[in-house]
């Protein structure tokens, strides 16, 4: 759901810009917790090598990959979250052309600040509240990062659409973002929940940690920091190569969006 350039007019690309680096700015006043910082980088290194990896989504012809918004703010906490996410999409601007310098803000705004810092705490920290299980884990899980891309995605159609440089038909374009996304949201939701979960059983004292619970005393944690390095080694030299070379629900929204024009 990376935008590129050639959605996005300078005025809403300089405005988007400015609100996320406010929000980055105040992200980095309230992240002051050094114990978090080996976690924020060994997660920002797993959701980099994860977003590499695109699955087709079968009937569609179109493919999705984890975002990993919910999945950083559930692990590390909403603020912290928002930094790695900011660092991952600023690398992927700037050294691999995934999404242009001029959509950076509006990138950061739809992958990192709507999942880091609305839908996590509004949504997330509410289902799991004080007692923290599997069974809540899943549900919050799944309902954030469907919220989180659905929240996002519109955040893509407003975007593109204010900008007026695309001429994509607005209601076309936002039922193929919200639908496709649906289908992402609802599997990356599964693929999170399993991870969390994963991990509430290993250290349930990281999670407790990200949520900022008294009960949490530590948080470094050797072997889940171990267990996510092997991920990114995985993933980003070996499952990387099987990506699917179907385009994304955005490249596939669009594509459609302009098909309807056509005819």
Same mark, same amino acid.
């Given at each position: ?48 090598a994860a ?15 984890? &975002?990993?918004?919910?999945?950083? $703010? ?6 912290? /979250?928002? *930094?790695?996410? +900011?660092?991952? %999409? @600023?690398?992927?601007?700037?050294f691999f ?62 975007? &593109?659409?204010?900008?007026?440089? $695309? ?6 374009? /936002?039922? *193929?973002?919200? +639908?496709?996304? %649906? @289908? ?80």
């Open positions: 759901m990376h935008m590129s350039d050639a959605l996005i007019s300078p005025a809403v690309g300089i405005t988007m810009c400015a609100v996320s680096a406010a929000a980055i700015a105040y992200s980095a006043k309230k992240s002051v917790n050094e114990k978090k910082i080996p976690m924020m980088g060994v997660m920002g290194a797993f959701v980099f977003q590499m990896i695109d699955v087709a989504i079968p009937g569609t012809g179109s493919s999705g990959h984890i &975002t990993g918004g919910i999945l950083l $703010a559930a692990m590390i906490g909403a603020f912290p /979250a928002l *930094l790695s996410m +900011s660092a991952v %999409l @600023i690398i992927q601007c700037l052309g995934d999404g242009g310098l001029l959509a950076l803000g509006c990138n950061i705004f739809n992958l990192g600040v709507v999942p880091c810092l609305i839908v996590y705490p509004l949504v997330f920290e509410p289902i799991v509240n004080k007692d923290v299980n599997p069974g809540k884990i899943t549900l919050a899980s799944i309902f954030a990062v469907v919220a989180g891309l659905q929240l996002g995605a519109f955040g893509v159609v407003l975007q &593109t659409h204010i900008s007026g440089v $695309a001429e994509l038909p607005f209601s076309a374009f /936002a039922a *193929l973002m919200q +639908s496709i996304h %649906l @289908i992402i949201g609802i599997a990356e939701g599964i693929v999170t929940a399993a991870i969390l979960c994963f991990v509430y059983k290993m250290r349930p004292e990281i999670m407790e940690f990200a949520l900022d619970r008294d009960t949490a005393k530590s948080y470094l944690s050797k072997g889940v920091i171990a267990a996510f390095t092997v991920s990114v080694l995985l993933g980003g030299f070996v499952l990387s190569q099987f990506s699917s070379e179907n385009p994304d629900g955005l490249e596939w929204s669009i594509e459609n969006a302009s098909e309807s024009i056509e005819k």
